[in-house]
């Protein structure tokens, strides 16, 4: 049963840290593309940082120097480290891991991040 369970959300004040955690399960971790992507009450979607296989790494504009995304594929885990958190970075954080070979994707249920003081 394939599983992607965040954690690590939860509410913080501007200015704050947040480590986020994706613990993946049920298929072969290191061969997929992992993703931290976001969704604010009434916006769509966006995507926040991705790591390849090899470890290469993108960022969104507004989270380059602020967010830090990596993996641990002996872990079968990805984590997205977010420094200087602003009130505008409050959403549900999403994992990924998308293979475009096998043309699958999986996501988990989201965790809350809430930056307020």
């Known amino acids: 049963q394939v599983q992607l369970v965040e954690s690590g959300g939860g509410l913080v004040q501007p200015g704050g840290s947040l480590r986020l955690s994706c613990a993946a399960s049920g298929f072969t971790f290191s061969r997929y593309v992992m993703t931290w992507y976001r969704q604010a009450p009434g916006k769509e979607r966006e995507l926040v940082a991705a790591?390849?296989?090899?470890?290469?790494?993108n960022y969104a504009d507004s989270m380059k120097g602020r967010f830090t995304i990596s993996r641990d594929n002996a872990k079968n885990t990805v984590y997205l480290q977010m420094n200087s958190l602003k009130p505008e970075d409050t959403a549900v954080y999403y994992c990924?891991?998308?293979?475009?070979?096998?043309?699958?994707?999986?996501w988990g249920q989201g965790t809350q991040v809430t930056v307020s003081s």
């Open positions: 990924n891991a998308k293979n475009d070979v096998l043309r699958i994707n999986y």
């Open positions: 790591i390849t296989r090899a470890g290469s790494t």
